[in-house]
């Protein structure tokens, strides 16, 4: 066999097995799927990338605003807890009349110690609103509350007539004044 030849052949054959072993089998679990390359422990295989298999923030309101969009005074309860709402240890509540149409009640974050012996503070959450028209009719609005897709310090609940709205207050303008016509 002529050497041109075989060099030839040891070309096409070594570029043959290096396409054959550069992809790996899918799930091989001592590849790192996102480099290519080997782990550095094989017995550890890479984690999942980020957001994948994580649990998602919580959808918590810790402070913000009720405004009154209703043509009568109502009376509201924003209702607050610790980190279950069955710890009635750090239930809290916050109560105020509110005037029709211009009426606002400001709630802000409250903080609590699950332990005493703790150095940190926890906050508390909203996870009830209720109201009390002036003609007797009662609306709640429980969490998990509209619109929230992780922790919120400042948000807005709209009282109108038949329900209780939960408002992003960052939200686009045009969007909130079509939900105030709604």
């Not at 405004?67 to 750090?90: A, F, K, M, P």
């Not at 809290?92 to 009349?97: F, L």
């Not at 400042?154 to 992003?168: G, N, R, T």
Request: one cysteine or more; a neutral charge.
């Amino acid at each position: 066999m002529p050497a041109a030849l075989d060099v030839t052949l040891d070309n096409e054959v070594a570029s043959t097995l290096a396409a054959a072993t550069s992809g790996t089998a899918p799930g091989d679990p001592n590849i790192n799927p996102h480099t290519g390359k080997p782990h550095r422990n094989p017995r550890y295989p890479t984690p999942p990338p980020h957001g994948l298999g994580l649990l998602p923030p919580p959808k918590f309101v810790h402070s913000g605003t009720v405004r009154n969009l209703t043509n009568q005074s109502v009376h509201c309860t924003v209702h607050y807890c610790g980190h279950y709402i069955e710890d009635t240890q750090h239930l809290e509540t916050v109560e105020g009349d509110l005037e029709a149409k211009v009426g606002k009640l400001h709630f802000y974050e409250k903080k609590f110690r699950h332990r005493p012996e703790t150095t940190h503070d926890n906050r508390k959450r909203i996870y009830k609103l209720t109201v009390k028209r002036s003609d007797g009719i009662t609306m709640e609005l429980n969490e998990p509350f509209e619109n929230i897709d992780r922790p919120k310090a400042v948000w807005e609940f709209w009282v109108k007539d038949k329900k209780i709205l939960s408002i992003d207050p960052r939200e686009d303008q045009d969007l909130k004044e079509e939900k105030q016509k709604a």
